[in-house]
Every structure is written in structure tokens, then in C-alpha cells.
């Protein structure tokens, strides 16, 4: 039986977001793997291996990879909420890639199997003649990440047209992979013959462990994720403006680029944060980097079960984060901080903290007691490879 599989995205393994997260590290996983003939994705010539791109770094680089122009940047924005521009430009940053990379894996791969990581992607596989297992890394709604991107195609044709997309994205897949159990529930029950399951993420074990202890005056935060507002950064933002406890103690660099970084960066000027909210940039291993702090925080509006918070698990890190996705499935109270998403809950708990109101070693305990049970790479491989062995016993 030829168990040959590779990985595939429509996005491109150069950018910096979840998804190139978890498929660089589960290349890197699987290079000793005879069945895995590499990943696919938009600019590559297919088949590649990336683990020479998961390498370690001392500090965090000041860089800024999204380097638009703000002035188109701003004609995008205003034309963006133009539903027919909306969808135009939605089709230009999505569909066009899933589909040239669909071609580019129908005539250059022979592999049995695709690990698709995205609905577009997946849509356009139709005709690939392959097994299809569609990874759909998103919150219990995989359409809600896109409509905060692109608001003015809600409730619409558009709207109606992308859940069609959705639909024979799942329809053409043999299994289909969710992040967590609602969404898994929502399509079994749409869908009762597909094999559905929810396999949660998992990031590789790190050497170093961060010491939840500050050395200084100031606890030092850190958030990891690209500069949108699904992510939340302007709430963090809001929390340090209305709050001198916070300014006085509480200093954090947040690693990641984006479209907002222009807007949040103005923000934090304007109300004289500079020296005490710093965006660093993108980092190549966000595991060592966070090594260098005392506590992670998420302040994610929405999300799947982000990489990063997994790598803050990982290196022993305090976790403060929203209950977004599979956060609070996979999680509970007594391993992590929960925060509403909105900037007072975020200003309370974060006082909170620096007036020593919380057992931090003990949620940093816990956490990194589940992320080693439950949340390491090899516990995420093993669930993935029964899926595939179930596939294929499929014929």
C-alpha cells in the first residue's frame, strides 16, 4: 500500500502566521519519514523541505517584513468595505493562490495522500485523483476569520458563496481535521458520513525553560502573533493607557508583523508608551524567544489553538489569554489566566498580577504538565498518523 503523503497550503512558507508555523515544525518532525514527500505551497516549486528554516536565535530581530505603502494601504482599507471589491480582493489573496498551488500538486506530486491546511486549497483538489485530509485551522466558525477581514461581504451573495467554498471543501475530503470539538461537532452533524476529528496542535520541546521570577522592576510580557486586529493588540494598548499601575511595572514586546503595526505603533506614541510597549518584529524561533520573559499573554478576538500560545507551554511560561477556539477545551482555569476580550478585564487582571494576586509558578506548572501529555509535537503526529492509516485503509 503506498502510504506516501505530503503537506500543502495555499499560503506561502515564507510569511510568518500559524499555519507556516505548524507546518515547518511538522516538516522538521518528519524528515526521518519515508512516507513524507514534503510540502507544497504558493511560490515554491513543491515538494520542499524547510527544515533548515526552524532555526534558533539569540534575540528577537527588529524587522518589519509588511512594508506597503500607506497610502495604498489606505486605499485598500476604504475600497475594502466595498462588498464586490471585498470579494475581488478576497479572491486575489486566497483563491488565486489555493488554486495555482491545487495544479502545481496535481502535476508535480505523485504522492497517495494530501494534508491540506486550508478550505481553498482544498475546494480546488477536486479532480486530484489523491486521498484529502483537510486540516481547517480555525475557531468553531471557519468563516467568522475571514469576515473580520472582510466585513462588508457578511450576510450577502459573497458570504453565501465562500460557505459554498467551505461546503465541497469538505465534501471532497476522505477526513477532515478540526482544532476543536464544536466545530467538529457542527460538521458531523452537517456531514454524518465524513470522518471527522479534533486533533489539537502540538509544538516541539524546547531546552531552555523561562523562569516565571523577574530580575527586575518590571515584569516582562509577551504577545506573539501578526499585527490584525483579530489579534488583539489595541486591547493591550487600551489596558496601558488606562492604567498607571500597569505603565510603572509592567513593560511588553510583542513579536509579530502585520498590516496594523503603522496604526499601533502611532498609538502607543501618541500616548507616550514607547518605552514600555515595543514591537519587536518577526523572530525565527519564537520558543527561545520567549525565554527571555516572565509572562505570555494572548489577547486574540478570535482564534484556532495558536502555535504560540503552545510555545509558551512549552518553555514553562505563565499564560494569560482570552477564551478563544480551543483555548478553553483544552485548558482550565487552574493552567491559565483568563481574560475577557476587551481592554478592562485585560487592565484588571494584569494589576492583578503585579500586585502578586496569583500563584504564577502554578499555572506554569500545570500548563507545561498538559502541553507534555497532551501538547507536544509527537502526541500531535501520533493522532494525525492514525488518521491516515484509517484513510488509507479506506481504499
Not at 479572491?91 to 491546511?117: E, W
Request: charged share 20%.
Amino acid at each position: 500500500m503506498d502510504k506516501s503523503f505530503i503537506l500543502a497550503t495555499s499560503g506561502s512558507l515564507k510569511n510568518v502566521n500559524g499555519v507556516v508555523s505548524f507546518i515547518k515544525n511538522l516538516d522538521n518532525y518528519l524528515s526521518s519519514n519515508e512516507s513524507y514527500q514534503g510540502a507544497f505551497h504558493f511560490g515554491g516549486q513543491g515538494g520542499e523541505r524547510y527544515q533548515s528554516l526552524v532555526t534558533s536565535q539569540d534575540k528577537p530581530k527588529e524587522t518589519v517584513v509588511y512594508n506597503r505603502s500607506k497610502f495604498l494601504l489606505a486605499i485598500k482599507n476604504v475600497l475594502i468595505r466595498v462588498p464586490l471589491f471585498a470579494f475581488f480582493w478576497l479572491c486575489y489573496v486566497y483563491l488565486y493562490p489555493a488554486k495555482m498551488v491545487a495544479k502545481k500538486v496535481t502535476r508535480s506530486s505523485s504522492s497517495n495522500m494530501i494534508i491540506s491546511n486550508d478550505m481553498f486549497l482544498s475546494f480546488f483538489l477536486s479532480n486530484s485523483n489523491r486521498k484529502l485530509i483537510t486540516i481547517l485551522h480555525s475557531s468553531d466558525n471557519p468563516i467568522n476569520q475571514l469576515l473580520i477581514y472582510f466585513p462588508s461581504i457578511k450576510g450577502g451573495a459573497f458570504e453565501n458563496l465562500i460557505r459554498k467554498i467551505l461546503s465541497r471543501a469538505i465534501v471532497n475530503s476522505d477526513a477532515v481535521v478540526t482544532l476543536n470539538n464544536a466545530l467538529r461537532d457542527t460538521i458531523s452533524n452537517a456531514y454524518p458520513q465524513k470522518l471527522v476529528y479534533t486533533i489539537y496542535n502540538g509544538v516541539p520541546h524546547v531546552k531552555h525553560e523561562a523562569s516565571y521570577e523577574s530580575n527586575s522592576q518590571h515584569l516582562r510580557l509577551v504577545g506573539v502573533g501578526s499585527l490584525t486586529f483579530r489579534k488583539g493588540f489595541d486591547l493591550i494598548i487600551d489596558a496601558f493607557i488606562n492604567s498607571k499601575l500597569i505603565r510603572e511595572r509592567v513593560i511588553i514586546d510583542i513579536l509579530g508583523d502585520g498590516p496594523e503595526r503603522a496604526s499601533l505603533t502611532k498609538s502607543v506614541i501618541d500616548n507616550g508608551l514607547k518605552d514600555v510597549i515595543n514591537f519587536k518584529g518577526n523572530v525565527s524561533n519564537v520558543s527561545e524567544a520567549l525565554g527571555d520573559y516572565d509572562i505570555f499573554i494572548l489577547p486574540s478576538r478570535d482564534e484556532g489553538l495558536p502555535i504560540a500560545i503552545l510555545e509558551a507551554c512549552s518553555v514553562c511560561l505563565p499564560i494569560i489569554t482570552t477564551r478563544v477556539g480551543a483555548i478553553p477545551e483544552v485548558f482550565t482555569e487552574q493552567e491559565v489566566i483568563y481574560i475577557e476580550t476587551n481592554s478592562k478585564s485585560i487592565q484588571k487582571v494584569l494589576e492583578s498580577v503585579v500586585n502578586n494576586d496569583f500563584d504564577l509558578s502554578s499555572y506554569s506548572d500545570d500548563a507545561y504538565k498538559k502541553f507534555s501529555d497532551y501538547l507536544s509535537i509527537e502526541a500531535m503526529w501520533k493522532q494525525y498518523y492514525t488518521v491516515l492509516e484509517v484513510v488509507n485503509a479506506k481504499g
